[in-house]
């Protein structure tokens, strides 16, 4: 295929993808739990309301009950009396001694309960603001994901893209010898260092392969095609006869390595 894409724009495409792609189900993930966590402060909310009136109710009973036999026990009226659903208490002020003393009796009680209701209210008033923040959180909730998940498509999009383009790019054919960006500052193929005598060979569309120098490659293919990595090492080492055995060495280990000679590559 004749596409000549860098290799870099599709490997950064497959990294923008990955990266939106963990961006978008992590922060979409994060997005639920606040959401559930909310939730749960509102279930525990609403559950120490109720507790708290029946406690309330209970000690409501218990206050009856003890006016109750106060009353029986020093022969007055119950100061506790109820209507419909609501309970009154008649405080004495002044009067029969009997009936003062339990009015007062009764009073300290009256007035932890008359706290309790209070309290109660309160809690109800926090209970529905609870109610009212998780409606806001919802539609955040709901808002937000419609963005999380935008992010998330478009990450599979970019990474699509990306291995798409990389598979072009690797099997792109075109000059016969694959085009790589690698910067390479010797000779693929004979292993001499490019200098401005030592200058690229050319590919068959007239451009410059990066990889093999002018004597070994010319017109989009080797110039001795027959030379195994061998002919060069032994046609080198001749050349560097008087070098120290390190630097044969060495040689060899470099020829080893070119990309000519890497089966992986072809
Ligand atoms: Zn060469």
Not at 18 to 44: H, P, V
Not at 160 to 183: A, C, P, Y
């Amino acid at each position: 295929m004749n596409i000549n894409i860098p290799d870099k724009i599709s490997k950064f495409l497959v990294l923008i993808g990955i990266l939106l792609l963990t961006y978008g189900i992590y922060r979409g993930d994060q997005n639920d739990q606040k959401y559930f966590e909310k939730i749960d402060l509102y279930n525990q909310w609403h559950d120490s309301v109720s507790i708290n009136e029946l406690k309330t109710d209970n000690y409501l009973n218990n206050l009856k009950s003890v006016s109750e036999d106060l009353a029986i026990k020093y022969n007055i009226k119950n100061p506790i009396y109820s209507t419909d659903s609501t309970t009154h208490f008649n405080r004495l002020l002044n009067g029969e001694k009997n009936a003062v003393l339990v009015s007062d009796s009764i009073n300290k009680m009256w007035e932890t309960y008359v706290q309790l209701k209070f309290k109660n209210k309160l809690y109800h008033k926090k209970a529905d603001m609870l109610d009212k923040n998780l409606e806001a959180e919802k539609k955040f909730k709901q808002d937000s994901q419609g963005i999380f998940i935008n992010i998330i498509v478009l990450g599979f999009c970019f990474l699509m893209l990306g291995l798409f383009l990389w598979f072009i790019d690797e099997h792109d054919t075109k000059t016969g010898v694959k085009q790589s960006d690698s910067i390479y500052k010797w000779c693929q193929s004979c292993g001499k260092s490019f200098s401005s005598i030592r200058i690229n060979g050319l590919n068959k569309d007239g451009q410059a392969n990066l990889a093999f120098c002018n004597c070994c490659y010319d017109n989009g293919e080797f110039t001795k095609p027959q030379l195994t990595k061998e002919d060069f090492l032994n046609e080198a080492l001749i050349e560097l006869k008087s070098k120290p055995w390190l630097v044969r060495k060495l040689l060899a280990v470099r020829l080893n390595n070119l990309d000519r000679w890497n089966p992986d590559k072809y």
